[in-house]
């Protein structure tokens, strides 16, 4: 039983496309999370949801945006995709503040051509 | 600005001694840091935490120790184990915010 899941795992598409990636959480856990992964292997948080509200609103372009239908559930779309936005995507979640850890999931590697 | 850093960006330890890996910040609002270890294709995993009303917390092998005033932290793993062999993230939140800052990581390798 996967504890934060995203689907797809890989994505591959062209400039201009919208795609969307989701997570899923089965711990019961009030808070998520999009963070992002680029080439140096930063890993940069991009949004949270707490309880469906959003906190957390990094500087990222308005071509993402997140959904957040359930505390469950958290769905990163992304419009007209660019080359940069290659990258590995992670959701994670905790409870609350996530001081006792963030469970994240295994990631999902964009790929733009 | 880079507010959390690892400096070494790869370590190399012997399989049985004791690995040290280490993280710098510059927030002093920063009171509570953690500790993921990640493999190839796999999400971070948690490790230990730490805030900043302590300056050391043990879970097995593992043991943070924060240094306040000098805005650093570190991790020691006794013994190491070729299993142990992956990248190392710590990271920082304050404030009472919901976000944690991430350094860019330490590649263990331990050596059979």
């Known amino acids: 039983d996967t504890a934060v899941s995203q689907t797809p795992k890989y994505l591959v598409t062209q400039m201009g496309n919208d795609k969307s990636i989701k997570c899923e959480q089965n711990?019961?856990?009030?808070?998520m999370y999009w963070y992002k992964q680029d080439s140096k292997k930063f890993l940069k948080i991009m949004f949270s949801?707490?309880?469906?509200?959003?906190?957390i609103n990094e500087t990222v372009p308005n071509r993402f945006s997140p959904k957040s239908p359930d505390k469950a559930h958290l769905n990163l779309h992304i419009n007209s995709l660019e080359l940069g936005d290659s990258a590995v995507y992670f959701c994670a979640s905790s409870q609350d503040r996530g001081h006792y850890g963030y469970t994240f999931g295994s990631g999902t590697r964009l790929t733009v051509v | 600005d880079q507010q959390v850093k690892q400096n070494s960006p790869s370590l190399s330890v012997q399989e049985g001694r004791i690995s040290i890996l280490n993280c710098d910040y510059t927030?002093?609002?920063?009171?509570?840091f953690l500790w993921y270890k990640k493999y190839p294709a796999e999400g971070p995993t948690f490790l230990i935490s730490?805030?900043?009303?302590?300056d050391k917390n043990e879970d097995g092998r593992f043991t943070v120790f924060l240094n306040k005033s000098a805005k650093h932290l570190s991790l020691h793993i006794v013994p190491s184990q070729p299993g142990d062999s992956a990248v190392y993230f710590c990271a920082a939140s304050g404030g009472g915010t919901y976000k944690y800052i991430f350094g860019t990581g330490t590649r263990l390798k331990v050596l059979a």
């Open positions: 949801y707490n309880n469906k509200e959003l906190i």
């Open positions: 711990l019961g856990h009030d808070t």
């Open positions: 730490i805030s900043s009303i302590k």
């Open positions: 927030n002093s609002m920063f009171d509570y």
